[in-house]
């Protein structure tokens, strides 16, 4: 054994993808199943989502790839509805919008960046983990890749990770990384929260970019959180301003119908701070 060291009206307004301020190409990308189970009283309740990982030479971008097609998908409508020149109604039942938060890794800075958009774009700074894992001996492939273990405590939980060596990158989903392999798999010993690689591609031909947001703001999280749950509770106020992303000028909501009762959530993938 060897140590190393290493959400409805807000949705509207937080962009799919993120615009390049430092832009970065992306070498690779990685699409990942993550599951959780965000409230422990609903055991066989498990939120999925799927996510994608921007792979580049200086940095890294996590974010819901969900919440890209969504996007698209729903600029298109509005789009549609605009030209018509009739009431905009924003139904929103069985709409996947899928998380609005991304996560940004400066390898040049050691600096990972959480992503975040409440009419303004912010980003929360904080500096790059430093994960200590355990490396196992044991080895399996996983979707025809090898893997290699390691273990490790992060922000409350344990998790076992599989690794490939074959790949290069000391990268993987969400905030992990620093193994010497990009992360295939992961899991906290409860199975409560789990990233699964479902694809991964050489993406050099496709001239992806991607970086920090143009114009953001640096705050804190608590900070961040203040003025979200106030912008949360004067969304009536907000109504009817119309700027949906991806649609040409300004856009005139009459109406929006909600997905219901947001689900209780008593058990946040980040337990602790460590």
Not at 33 to 46: C, V
Not at 94 to 104: E, L
Not at 214 to 243: H, P, V, Y
């Amino acid at each position: 054994m060897k140590k190393i060291s290493t959400q409805l009206l807000i949705g509207f307004m937080i962009t799919a993808s993120i615009q390049a301020q430092k832009k970065d190409t992306a070498i690779a990308t990685a699409h990942y199943l993550f599951s959780h189970m965000r409230d422990t009283t609903q055991p066989t309740d498990i939120y999925t989502e799927n996510m994608i990982l921007y792979l580049g030479s200086s940095s890294s971008l996590f974010q819901s790839y969900d919440r890209i097609t969504s996007m698209k998908e729903q600029a298109a409508k509005f789009e549609q509805m605009s030209r018509s020149g009739g009431p905009i109604h924003i139904d929103m039942r069985g709409v996947k919008m899928g998380s609005a938060t991304s996560f940004y890794k400066d390898y040049n800075t050691a600096e990972v960046f959480t992503v975040e958009k409440v009419v303004q774009e912010y980003l929360i700074q904080d500096s790059f983990p430093q994960i200590s894992w355990t490396i196992g001996t044991e080895k399996k492939k996983i979707n025809g890749i090898d893997c290699q273990n390691a273990v490790a405590t992060f922000k409350g939980r344990t998790y076992e990770a599989w690794f490939a060596p074959q790949l290069p990158y000391s990268n993987g989903p969400w905030k992990l990384g620093g193994l010497p392999g990009l992360i295939i798999e992961a899991s906290d010993t409860k199975k409560q929260v789990m990233f699964s690689l479902t694809s991964f591609e050489d993406s050099r031909d496709k001239q992806i970019t991607f970086g920090p947001p143009d114009n953001a703001i640096k705050t804190t999280a608590r900070e961040f959180k203040r003025m979200r749950d106030a912008t949360i509770k004067n969304t009536a106020a907000a109504m009817g301003l119309g700027a949906v992303e991806g649609v040409t000028g300004s856009v005139k909501i009459s109406s929006v119908s909600t997905p219901g009762t947001k689900k209780q959530m008593n058990n946040p993938v980040e337990l602790s701070n460590k």
